[in-house]
């Protein structure tokens, strides 16, 4: 069964700074500067963080975080992204990694 795909609230970000700890790298700079990641992956509308999450049982099993250029410079006509981030664990279905850089 393959792991649903959302867009990560606000509310997210504790979980998603757990996850970053736990299987990527507990130094991460995230881990420790909560704000930065919250200023760097917040939505244009402010209400959501550019981080696909991949979820089973409760638990966070994928992340890929993004940044739109169009955060930082409003004038810019299109919006670019700039992928980041990209994680699942062992216990994701195999392809999720794919299956959410596509979602």
């Known amino acids: 069964m393959w792991a649903p795909f959302r867009l990560a609230s606000q509310s997210d970000s504790g979980r998603i700074v757990t996850f970053i700890k736990s299987h990527w790298r507990s130094d991460h700079v995230f881990v420790k500067n909560l704000e930065l990641m919250v200023w760097q992956h917040s939505s244009q509308q402010g209400e959501g963080l550019n981080f696909v999450l991949a979820e089973a049982g409760g638990s966070i099993v994928g992340i890929l975080g993004f940044s739109s250029f169009r955060s930082f410079d ?30």
């Open 74 to 103: 409003p004038s810019l006509v299109s919006d670019t992204i700039a992928l980041a981030l990209w994680k699942r664990t062992e216990q994701a279905e195999p392809g999720t990694g794919l299956r959410m850089l596509t979602w």
